[in-house]
C-alpha cells in the first residue's frame, strides 16, 4: 500500500493526548523543567500531521499531539472565525484542558482558530503550517517558496514541505521491513505514482503512457521497475499501468492492506521517479537522497474561482493601487496563496535534488537538502520572547 505519503495510516477518532517520539525510540512523557512543551494540533489530513511532527522534531522539545476533529462550524472561513474552540467535537473539545502548552505547532486552517484560542488563553506562542493559514494569528508561518505569497515578517519559506523521512528513518526500515524491491535489476528504479487533484489530471491513457515510458527509461538504465499507486490513483488508471507496463512489478494500493511499503521502497530503491502533483511525495524523494525525476501531470484549465484568486495573488504582489488591499486579504487568510508545481520542479532543479523527465532517468546523485536546522532556529527564536500576549 502506498498512501502517497509517508505518514498516510488510516486513523479513527480523535485522542485526547499522544506523546509524540522525538528521536527514533524515544517517547516524551511529559515537559522537564527546562524545556518548553509542545502541543501538536492534528487532524484527519496525514500531510498536516507529517508537517507538525516534522516541524516539532527540529527542535525536540517535549511533545504531545491532539488529535482534533471537527463539527460543521470548521466550514466558516477562518478570519470569521477568530480565537474559538466552537469548531471542535465535544470529545476534542474536552481534550483541550490544563497543563496548556507553551509552544502550539499546527498544520491546515482547521487548526487556526484553536491555535489562536490557546494563545489568547494560555499565552501559548503559535507555529502555523501551510498556505491556508493567516499571517496574524502565529509567532511563525511556515509555507513552502513555490507559492505566489505576500511576504510577512514572520514568514519562514522552506524550498520543500516537511517530512518526517530522514537517513535514521530509512536505516530503520531498511533492517526492520521486508524488501519490496527485492530480486529486481540493479539499477532499482521506483516510481510513485499519485493521481489527479484540483489541479491536475491523469486519465487512463495519460497514465499508460506514462507507465510505458517510464518503463522504457528503466529498461534503457539496465534496471528493474516497481510501480507503487496511491489511494488518490483510480482504479482505472491502475488498470491502464499494469496493462501498459507488465514487465514492472505493480505495487497497488488497497484499503484493506495491513502494511505499507512505501518507507521501505524509498529506504531500498536505487533511483525514484515521482508524479509531479505530489508535494508531499517530491519531498520525501528529495530527503531519502536518492537521483530523482520529476514525471509531470497534465495540468487543469483554471477555475474561475481560481482565476479570481489568481487576479488577487498578482495584484498583492505587484505595486498598484489594489496592492495593498490585495495583500491585506491574502494575509488575513480570505485568500490562499496558489500552489505553482512548475515552480516547485523548477526550484528542485536548480538546487541539485532532481531532474523533469525527458525521456530519460535522472541518474545524478542530488546535492545534500536539509531545512531543519534553519526551522528550529527560529522556533527557538519565537519561544526566547517568552509568553504570547494579546
Partial sequence: MNAGCASCARRTGPVAAVPIPLTRGA???GPRASEPLIWLLTDDRPGNRTQAVGAARTVGWPTVEKRLAFNDRQTIATPRLGATLETLDEASRASIVPPYPDLVIAAGRRAVPVAAWLRREAGARVVLIGRRTPDGVADLTVRTAYLRQVPHPRLLELALPLTQ???ERL???RSAEPDPLEGLARPR????VGGPTGQHDMSDAFAAGMAREVAA?????????AILTSRRTPASAVAAIRGAAPGA???AWSPDATYNPYVATLANADLLVVTGESESMLAEAVAAGLPLTIYPLVARPLSAKARVRAG???LALGHGPLAALCGRVMSEGWVAPRRDLVVMHRLIEERGWGRVFDGRLNREPPLPHDERRALGDRIRAVM???KATA
Fill in 249 to 251: 512489478r505493480l505495487i
Fill in 189 to 192: 528504479v521506483a516510481f510513485l
Fill in 165 to 167: 523521512i530522514d537517513a
Fill in 312 to 314: 488577487i495573488a498578482s
Fill in 171 to 173: 536505516a530503520e526500515a
Fill in 217 to 225: 527509461a528503466a529498461a534503457d538504465a539496465g534496471g528493474g521497475l
Fill in 384 to 386: 526566547a520572547e517568552g
Fill in 27 to 29: 517517547m516524551s512523557d
